[in-house]
Structure formats: C-alpha cells, structure tokens
C-alpha cells in the first residue's frame, strides 16, 4: 500500500509541471477551492514563472501518458476544472514521440508468442500514431491484405497503476473535505477514469467494442467501422481493417477532393444521435483524429472511425429521458424537461419543478434558432453549471462520456460546416425516435413482450408450486373444484393464480394483436 507521503511527493511534483504552465491559476483563484488544497496549489508555484494564458493541454502531455488520459477525463467536466481549462484540455489526442520499432518489434513477439514475420508480409517500422497507450504501423498482411497494427507500450500498465493509485487518493481527500467539492464527486470522476483505462489497456475489448459498434450502426451505412482481425489480435496488439482516407481535421485536403462538407458534418450528428439515442452504445473519442472522410459506394463521402479505447453506455430508460430533453430543449418545451429531471431523479423532489423549468428556459432560449458559430457555449455552459449548483444537481456516472462526446461532435461538426444548426439538424431523428420508442405502437409492443415473456414463465412456475407442495403418495383423488373462497391449499391458491396469470396474459395479447389489426 502507497503511502501518504508518496502520493503527496507525486502531487506537489505534478503540481509543479501544472504551475510551470499556468494550469493552477483557476484552482488557486476559485473561492470553492478548500483551502488545504489552496495551500498545496501555492507551494508548488513557489519560484515557478507562471505564464499569462494557461497552458493545460500542455501541461498534461509534459507529465505523462496517464496525465494525458486523466486530462481527456476532465475535458467532461467543465464544473470541475471551467469551460477554459475543459476546452483547452480537448487539444489532447495523444501526440506523444514514437518508441523506437525494435521495441515495439520485440512487445509483438512477446504478445503474439511468435516471429510477427509468420503473420505480416511486411511492417513499415515509421509508426503512422503515437498515443499515449499505443503505437500504430502500417503492415500488410501475409494473406496480402492491409492493415494497421495498433501496439500497446511496454510498461504503460505499471506506470497507469501508480499514478491513478495516487489519484484515488488525492480523490479520497478532497471529497472528504465536504462543500462544493464533495457535490462534483471526484471519486466519482477517479472512478470512472480507472473504468475507461482498464478497458483501453485490454486490446480485445477494444476489437470487441469496435465489432459490436459496426453491428449496431448497419442502418448508418455511411458511418463505416473497420472490420478487426482477431486472428491478429491479442490483448497487446489490435490489428484491423486499413482505413485509407482523409482526416476531418484536415479541411483544405477535404476541399480538395470535392467532399461535401456540410453532408458530412449531418452524417456525423445522425451518426452520433443513433448509437447514443437508439443504441446506447456509443463511440466516446470522436475527435477529428480519429475521423476520417471516405469517398463511399454512392460517391457522397462517408465517415470512418477508429480508436475504440473509450466507449460508452446508457440503458433504455436514460435514453429516453435524453431524448425527451433533448426534444424538448428543441421544441422549447421547458416544462417537460424539468418533469423529466425530477422523474430521472436528476433534481432532488424537494424543489420546485415549475422554478427548474424557468431556469431552463433562460438557458435555452437565448440559444434556440442560433448557428452554432453565433453560439456562446461558454456562456451558456457557465448558465447551466449555476443550475446544477443552485438545484443540488449531482453529476450522474451515465452522462459523463456522453458530455464529452457531444462536445467532440459539436466541435467536429462546426469545423466541416459553421452554420450547421444542431437543433434542426438533431430534430427529426430525435422526433422519429420518441415517436417509435414512445408512441402507441411501441406501448402496445411492449405489453405483447411482457406478456409473452410472463407465458413462458408458467410451466417453471408450476414445477415450482409442485415441487413446494408435492402430492402424498398413494392419495386418494382429489374432489372435485370447489370455489376459490373456500380454499384453504396453497398448492390450490397458486395453481388458481397460474391460471388467472394465463388468462390475464391471453387476453391482453388478445388486445393487443387486435390493436395491431
């Protein structure tokens, strides 16, 4: 177990990188800051010259791989660090120098448990990506087919470990100190860190997330996911499908080839809107490095991604209580967006939901018919913090991955199209789904499952009843059936229940398929 002392060593060194590069001016100034956490913040500075404009991207990438991760994380959380530090930070797409080939060489011998040259006809030894996990190659496979290898860093696990040891416990302490603080949960925040980087640092869950993705996205065929070759793979090497196409960051080369931008900028949305809205399962490191333009079967352009480290989830219920938001916040109808937040449990009951929804609608409406360039999303992000503080909002684990891919969407989107409108754009497909989701067909879809489902229960429920109320051997017949009031056999109560359930049950399917016809 680490002590004290070497978590505080590790922070007032980390510390002191953060303050070379003026990422500590925010925590020092900020009124909610504890003050033992202030006192900490100023004896790292001591003697550092600080510059005029912070530098947190910076700052992260100078202290390691696992700063940079942990800075990915906080770019979610604009409560915690503010709406500068949370931009900024989303400059971090893992750029980190290459290791050299014969390193990375000698990690794919030692994963594969063999010569990579049995697999590969060739590995350019340039990587074409250096992250902060992981290197990637080029290579060609020995079936002739290209591919890019993707090479997790020896070591990079032990130095993961003792740094997010270290986090967890600085998290411990600062929660504990109660306040502002304890209600933005950074244990929370540690948490759901260590979650998403024990994922990235298993390269089969990464090609297991990439497989179900491409499944899940087969009604988007212009959002193209490469196919994995698990024959290739092991929980230290990825190899997938060559995507041979143009980055989104790269805008003038788009141009060039005669992408239509604004298409693409709508692909990517409808992309994104399907796996969090209808799918739940959702792509959460959709920045422009890891998107790219392909020319497609139709011509159009489509949209390729990679790097599945980070993926998110949300169950049914939390979808659809985002899309109600969602459309509600388009169609301006404040009043059920607030509903939605009391039934979510998102707003404690002990406030008054008619006060949240004019709190809402002095965040949306300033905002409704706008482009996104004529937007302040720092003003309206700031707006909606204040909400959270003065309704004892506290952060929900489901929404935190979701943040910070909306704003990655938002951010790629605006590049490939300034004038973009989210809202109009956003409407019909969340409008098409409330409706299929929410609308009579699927209430009298969903009776019919559960009702199918509480049928093939019954015979498991018989064998139940049987078991706990055997019939004595050699008994006589029974009598025959007398009214259910002057039963006094629990076999016979339950059996009678069983059959109510089968009557119940039949007559709604019964409803049903009539409501259907």
Request: cysteine-free.
């Given at each position: 177990?680490?002590?004290?002392?070497?978590?505080?060593?590790?922070?007032?060194?980390?510390?002191?990188?953060?303050?070379?590069?003026?990422?500590?001016?925010?925590?020092?100034?900020?009124?909610?800051?504890?003050?033992?956490?202030r006192?900490?913040?100023?004896?790292?500075?001591?003697?550092?010259?600080?510059?005029?404009?912070?530098?947190?991207a910076?700052?992260?990438?100078?202290?390691?791989p696992?700063?940079?991760?942990?800075?990915?994380?906080?770019?979610?959380?604009?409560?915690?660090?503010?709406?500068?530090?949370?931009?900024?930070?989303?400059?971090?797409?893992?750029?980190?120098?290459?290791?050299?080939?014969?390193?990375?060489h000698?990690?794919?011998a030692?994963?594969?448990?063999?010569?990579?040259?049995?697999?590969?006809?060739?590995?350019?030894?340039?990587?074409?990506?250096?992250?902060?996990?992981?290197?990637v190659?080029?290579?060609?496979?020995?079936?002739?087919?290209?591919?890019?290898?993707?090479?997790?860093?020896?070591?990079?696990?032990?130095?993961?470990?003792?740094?997010?040891?270290?986090?967890?416990?600085?998290?411990?302490?600062?929660?504990?100190?109660?306040?502002?603080?304890?209600?933005?949960?950074?244990?929370?925040?540690?948490?759901?860190?260590?979650?998403?980087?024990?994922?990235?640092?298993?390269?089969?869950?990464?090609?297991?997330?990439?497989?179900?993705?491409?499944?899940?996205?087969?009604?988007?065929?212009?959002?193209?996911?490469?196919?994995?070759?698990?024959?290739?793979?092991?929980?230290?090497?990825?190899?997938?499908?060559?995507?041979?196409?143009?980055?989104?960051?790269?805008?003038?080369?788009?141009?060039?080839a005669?992408?239509?931008l604004?298409?693409?900028?709508?692909?990517?949305?409808?992309?994104?809107?399907?796996?969090?809205?209808?799918?739940?399962?959702?792509?959460?490191?959709?920045?422009?490095?890891?998107?790219?333009?392909?020319?497609?079967?139709?011509?159009?352009?489509?949209?390729?991604?990679?790097?599945?480290?980070?993926?998110?989830?949300?169950?049914?219920?939390?979808r659809?209580?985002?899309?109600?938001?969602?459309?509600?916040?388009?169609?301006g109808?404040?009043?059920?967006?607030?509903?939605?937040?009391?039934e979510?449990?998102?707003v404690?009951?002990h406030?008054?939901?008619?006060?949240?929804?004019?709190?809402?609608?002095?965040?949306?409406?300033?905002?409704?018919g706008?482009?996104?360039?004529?937007?302040?999303?720092?003003?309206?992000?700031?707006?909606?913090?204040?909400?959270?503080?003065?309704?004892?909002?506290?952060?929900?684990?489901?929404?935190?991955?979701?943040?910070?891919?909306?704003?990655?969407?938002?951010?790629?989107?605006?590049?490939?199209?300034?004038?973009?409108?989210?809202?109009?754009?956003?409407?019909?497909?969340?409008?098409?789904?409330?409706?299929?989701?929410?609308?009579?067909?699927?209430?009298?879809?969903?009776?019919?499952?559960?009702?199918?489902?509480?049928?093939?229960?019954?015979?498991?429920?018989?064998?139940?009843?049987?078991?706990?109320?055997?019939?004595?051997?050699?008994?006589?017949?029974?009598?025959?059936?007398?009214?259910?009031?002057v039963?006094?056999?629990?076999?016979?109560?339950?059996?009678?229940?069983?059959?109510?359930?089968?009557?119940?049950?039949?007559?709604?399917?019964?409803?049903?398929?009539?409501?259907?016809?």
């Amino acid at each position: 177990m680490t002590s004290p002392t070497v978590h505080l060593w590790r922070l007032l060194k980390w510390g002191r990188i953060l303050a070379r590069h003026g990422a500590l001016q925010g925590i020092e100034r900020d009124p909610n800051t504890p003050a033992p956490v202030r006192r900490l913040v100023r004896i790292a500075r001591l003697g550092a010259r600080v510059p005029a404009t912070p530098r947190y991207a910076d700052a992260f990438h100078a202290i390691g791989p696992a700063a940079v991760k942990l800075g990915q994380t906080l770019a979610t959380r604009p409560d915690i660090v503010g709406d500068e530090a949370a931009h900024d930070l989303l400059r971090l797409q893992d750029a980190l120098p290459p290791l050299p080939y014969e390193t990375i060489h000698a990690a794919m011998a030692k994963a594969f448990q063999r010569d990579p040259a049995t697999l590969f006809a060739s590995i350019d030894p340039v990587p074409v990506g250096a992250a902060s996990i992981a290197q990637v190659h080029r290579a060609v496979t020995t079936d002739g087919r290209h591919v890019a290898v993707k090479v997790l860093r020896p070591g990079v696990e032990d130095d993961f470990a003792r740094a997010i040891d270290t986090y967890e416990w600085a998290a411990a302490q600062i929660e504990a100190m109660g306040g502002e603080l304890a209600r933005l949960r950074p244990r929370l925040v540690i948490a759901t860190f260590k979650r998403w980087t024990a994922r990235e640092l298993d390269f089969r869950r990464e090609g297991a997330s990439a497989s179900e993705l491409a499944d899940a996205m087969t009604a988007e065929p212009d959002f193209v996911v490469p196919k994995i070759d698990w024959q290739r793979t092991t929980g230290k090497v990825l190899t997938l499908e060559w995507i041979d196409g143009i980055k989104l960051s790269n805008r003038a080369a788009l141009v060039e080839a005669g992408y239509d931008l604004p298409k693409l900028a709508n692909t990517l949305v409808h992309a994104f809107l399907r796996q969090a809205i209808a799918e739940g399962f959702f792509h959460a490191d959709m920045h422009q490095g890891n998107l790219f333009a392909l020319p497609g079967a139709n011509g159009q352009g489509q949209i390729a991604a990679i790097d599945f480290g980070i993926m998110g989830r949300i169950d049914r219920r939390a979808r659809v209580w985002l899309a109600e938001i969602l459309y509600g916040l388009i169609t301006g109808n404040y009043k059920r967006v607030a509903e939605i937040h009391f039934e979510a449990g998102y707003v404690p009951a002990h406030h008054n939901v008619a006060e949240f929804a004019t709190a809402l609608r002095a965040v949306g409406e300033p905002m409704r018919g706008l482009a996104v360039k004529d937007m302040s999303i720092g003003m309206m992000l700031d707006s909606l913090f204040n909400i959270t503080r003065d309704f004892d909002m506290r952060t929900q684990p489901h929404l935190l991955l979701l943040q910070k891919t909306m704003v990655m969407v938002e951010g790629v989107a605006t590049s490939l199209d300034p004038d973009i409108n989210l809202w109009d754009t956003a409407a019909p497909f969340v409008r098409e789904w409330i409706r299929t989701e929410l609308g009579p067909e699927a209430a009298v879809a969903d009776r019919l499952i559960t009702d199918l489902r509480t049928l093939a229960r019954i015979p498991e429920l018989v064998r139940n009843i049987e078991r706990h109320f055997p019939t004595p051997g050699g008994a006589p017949p029974e009598p025959p059936m007398k009214p259910i009031a002057v039963l006094g056999s629990g076999r016979h109560v339950a059996l009678r229940y069983v059959l109510v359930a089968v009557v119940s049950a039949s007559a709604s399917f019964a409803a049903a398929w009539l409501a259907l016809h």
